[in-house]
């Protein structure tokens, strides 16, 4: 028989225990161990059977063991001392209030959008590393006080927990989840009524949502939920699950993320007092509505006054877009009829233009679909930064986004990167940090994790071999148990009867190299791969005297076959009685057995084709414990891979990595970097893990262990990526907006007539006559030519545009690689043909092929980069033009 209706009844707290409740709802706690600590002193087994969750143990803990809590002077004293303790974290200055005596003040306030958050397993709002690294941030946020409000949406379902029938097939089921069982508090008005927001649909429909609010340290986190009395049966769903659903399904998600998250600020700050964001930060492109709303806020202010351009160049200017997504099939594309339908007629946005929204949108480029509409297009249009995740990935995303910038070389296209970073508190074992806080200070190693500092991580390297050892040994011995107890109840939901899992406690062993390999499961990174050649690997695993084991863990998407089979077959192989010891699968990887398996792996796994991993956090979070990586040279190990912190798994080819999987090519090189793979783990990794001197240790591996801990310790931190953040983005993001908003946006309509000005015009701008004097005789290194360059300016003046002289070494196709800049100086007014002379001098300052072009850029103050307007002119061939290559 089934309830007709679910509620929770929660636990009345004694008046002395009330800080218990503020200390639940803070989730904080998720990342401070004396505050965990605390809450598994309330009652160990309540914490363990709640899966440490402290809102559902007030809720389940006996009200006799209260009442005894309540007369305990000692826990009284560490729950006042506790509750302090968070009361000096939330009100006290920290990184961020120290920048602000600056000339420039940083941004009063950040609104981060992302559409899934990890902050902690008891609030699974998330699927994967898009969401962990958005969890990451918002802590790295709180610890260094950067004034952050946090967006989402609330899925009453989040994503699916997985489990494996006896065929190894993946299972999901989503459980419902309670709100009142989780961290999480309604927004109400003064009334008391719950805030909510609304969206018109097509049909004179209304998609009403409630905003729940989770308290992450400092950080507020607004959740918006669909699943409200107000709505339809079929708009109650819009938030029942992460990624689930069609495209409209998803297109109403990512209006109600973006544009009802921009309410949902405004009420906030309006019912709080918290400041009003200045910038807008959106993680991917299932936010990009943010900008369209904003758009509509400055048309529809008669206080304002904005026409849709000058709202747009406002809203740029306080916009920063990050990609995360390597190849344009990641991107969510949507048919432009459907955009249409939902923003004209009866869900139009007053003041913003259906045929404004989809020009936002659209592939306009050589190759694009005119019949779709593309969130990531339109993110970048509506940014005036942006950003990819690593070095490698900011590469890429210039080259994936060129067709957005035609005329401009991909190195030159406004996409620049910020490597992801880390939270250290989440991730990092408490036994590691125990051990560095004893050489180095608590005090210090707290501000190392915090801030990514690297002098705070000096120290580290007196650590004794012996000590690290022991760590290490300690911490695969955790993983070893851990993984039998999530074996065996694997086995179990499979259909196993108790009998036949004797194995089960000898799965694993403590003293054996331990590789792990935990992801999400596409097929490009590539989960089967250590399976291409099945005997290599049992051998591997089996050897004498140098075994190997394995921990892998992943999910595949509910509608992704293919990702499933190749968990089945991943699964079918360490079924084997063979090699079952020394190989397991463990299903529902998630952030509690993630806080297992990084600091008990000795060796992080990861073996993507090259360059699809935009970043690829997980085997930062195993760096910060002391693991070893072993990764093809993809996101971040890319640009961090020093020889000594891990090893390189070579890979077949330089190409782009997007291969037809049941090409050739690709059989191909997967068969070459699997290889590889083995090659590296028996002659290499193993090798050297085995090596012990007499007094037992591995003296050599201890000290890739130690270098790991010092030189990536502070690199691999989300406080080193948030500071970068504030730095490179936040701050100038926020002064360019302040400088447009002024004196009811003086400037934004400047800048919108300008740009409207020199778009008009540009199709007269040409570059008619190039000189070079001295290109006919040989040229020395350190000589100097003498550039003049006649130009066609049209309508337009010398001050709105720079001529530049593009200039470096060139390839056979007479390619300019390593390219210099440099401006010329118009001299005079416009000749009788209305022509513009300029002139400078071209330093020669390479041997060897060298070239140079002219160019002519639009040129604004308050242009964040030259090729913002997406504007240039080159010389046209013609017979009466010096040649620009000098050999």
């Given at each position: ?13 004694p ?17 401070h161990?004396?505050?965990?600590d ?60 120290a920048?602000?005596g ?75 989840l ?47 939920d ?24 998803r ?6 993320l ?26 991917e ?29 406002s809203?740029?200017a306080g ?7 390597p ?42 679909d ?27 995303s ?11 070389d ?23 940090v125990?051990l ?9 190693a ?31 011995a ?23 899992l ?43 005297t ?28 360490a ?8 190989i ?35 085997g ?12 093809v040279?993809d ?18 080819d ?12 690709a ?14 783990i ?15 240790l ?12 010092v ?21 100038p ?9 002024a004196?009811r ?40 030519l ?15 545009v ?17 390219a ?6 118009p ?10 002379r ?30 913002e ?19």
């Amino acid at each position: 028989m089934k309830a007709i209706r679910r509620f929770t009844v929660r636990t009345v707290l004694p008046e002395q225990l009330q800080p218990l409740h503020e200390l639940a709802l803070n989730l904080r706690w998720s990342w401070h161990p004396e505050t965990r600590d605390l809450f598994r002193s309330v009652d160990p087994e309540v914490w363990a059977a709640t899966g440490e969750d402290p809102v559902r143990l007030l809720g389940e803990v006996p009200a006799a063991r209260l009442a005894a809590l309540a007369a305990d002077r000692r826990f009284l004293r560490r729950l006042g001392d506790l509750a302090d303790d968070l009361h000096e974290y939330l009100t006290g200055p920290r990184w961020y209030q120290a920048q602000q005596g600056g000339p420039t003040p940083p941004p009063a306030a950040i609104a981060y959008f992302s559409p899934e958050y990890g902050i902690a397993a008891a609030l699974p709002q998330y699927s994967g590393g898009l969401g962990i690294l958005a969890g990451d941030h918002l802590k790295a946020a709180s610890d260094l006080g950067v004034p952050i409000i946090g967006v989402g949406l609330f899925y009453r379902h989040g994503y699916f927990r997985q489990s494996l029938d006896r065929d190894g097939w993946q299972q999901e089921r989503y459980p419902l989840l309670d709100p009142d069982e989780l961290a999480v508090s309604l927004l109400r008005e003064a009334d008391g009524a719950p805030a909510r927001v609304d969206l018109a649909l097509p049909g004179g429909r209304t998609l009403a949502a409630r905003i729940w609010k989770a308290q992450v340290g400092r950080v507020p986190l607004l959740l918006l939920d669909s699943d409200t009395e107000e709505n339809s049966p079929a708009e109650r769903d819009v938030t029942d699950r992460l990624y689930g659903g069609g495209s409209e399904h998803r297109l109403l998600q990512e209006m109600l993320l973006g544009i009802g998250g921009v309410r949902a600020v405004r009420a906030y700050c309006r019912l709080t007092g918290h400041p009003a964001p200045e910038v807008f930060h959106t993680n991917e492109g299932h936010a990009g509505f943010l900008g369209v709303e904003r758009i509509r806020e400055l048309v529809a202010d008669p206080a304002e006054g904005l026409d849709f351009a000058a709202a747009l160049e406002s809203v740029r200017a306080g916009t920063l877009f990050t990609t995360h997504t390597p190849v344009p099939a990641g991107i969510d594309r949507f048919d432009r009829e459907l955009v249409a339908r939902h923003f004209g007629g009866e869900g139009a946005l007053p003041g913003v233009p259906v045929e404004q929204v989809l020009a936002l949108g659209a592939e306009s480029w050589p190759g694009g679909d005119p019949e779709l509409f593309n969130m990531a297009a339109m993110g970048l249009r509506l940014a005036q930064r942006a950003n990819g995740v690593s070095t490698l990935h900011g590469e890429v995303s210039r080259a994936m986004f060129n067709g957005l910038w035609p005329g401009f070389d991909p190195a030159e296209v406004p996409i620049t990167s910020v490597t992801n970073g880390v939270h250290a508190a989440t991730w990092i074992d408490p036994a590691v940090v125990r051990l560095g806080a004893a050489e180095i200070g608590a005090d210090r190693a707290e501000e190392a994790m915090t801030t990514g500092e690297t002098q705070r991580w000096t120290g580290l390297e007196r650590i004794g071999n012996t000590e690290v050892w022991e760590l290490r040994r300690s911490l695969r011995a955790q993983l070893v148990d851990e993984a039998r107890r999530r074996l065996r109840a694997s086995w179990r939901q499979r259909g196993a009867g108790e009998a036949e899992l004797g194995w089960v406690s000898s799965a694993l062993d403590p003293d054996v190299l331990t590789i792990g390999f935990a992801r999400r499961v596409p097929s490009y990174k590539r989960l089967t791969l250590m399976l291409r050649d099945a005997d290599r690997l049992r051998a591997l695993l089996l050897h004498p005297t140098r075994p190997v084991q394995i921990v892998v863990a992943g999910k595949a998407h509910p509608a992704d076959d293919g990702g499933k089979r190749l968990i089945q077959r991943m699964v079918a192989f360490a079924d084997d009685p063979a090699v079952r010891h020394r190989i397991v699968f463990l299903p529902d990887y998630d952030m509690a057995m993630a806080r297992h398996l990084y600091p008990g792996c000795d060796v992080w796994l990861n073996n993507p084709l090259r360059p699809l991993e935009a970043c690829g956090t997980s085997g930062m979070k195993a760096a910060l414990n002391g693991c070893l990586n072993l990764s093809v040279l993809d996101g971040w190990w890319d640009e961090w891979f020093d020889g000594q912190n891990g090893w390189a798994i070579p890979t077949a080819d330089e190409g782009d990595g997007v291969l037809d999987p049941d090409s050739g090519e690709a059989e191909r090189r997967d068969d070459i970097e699997a290889a590889a793979l083995y090659d590296l783990i028996e002659h290499q990794v193993a090798a050297r893990f085995y090596d012990r001197d007499g007094d037992g240790l591995p003296h050599r591996w201890i000290a890739m262990v130690r270098h790991t801990l010092v030189t990536l310790g502070p690199k691999v931190l989300a406080g080193r990526m948030v500071r970068e953040y504030v730095e490179r983005l936040y701050a100038p993001g926020a002064l360019a907006q302040r400088e447009l908003a002024a004196g009811r946006h003086t400037g934004a309509r400047e800048l919108a007539r300008w740009k409207a000005k020199v778009r008009e015009a540009w199709p007269a701008v040409r570059v008619e006559h190039v000189e070079a004097e001295g290109t006919g005789e040989a040229q020395e290194l350190g000589g100097a030519l003498a550039l003049r360059v006649q130009v066609a300016l049209g309508a337009l003046e010398p001050g709105d545009v720079e001529v530049q002289v593009v200039s470096g070494r060139v390839d056979e196709a007479d390619g300019i690689s390593d390219a210099a800049v440099l401006a010329l100086k118009p001299v005079g007014g416009p000749d009788l043909d209305g022509r513009t002379r300029y002139e400078g001098s071209l330093e020669l300052d390479r041997t060897g092929p060298f070239g140079y072009t002219v160019r002519v850029l639009p040129s604004h103050p308050r242009l964040a980069s030259p090729a913002e307007p997406g504007l240039v002119a080159l010389p046209a061939e013609s017979a009466g033009m010096d040649a620009g290559l000098l050999r």
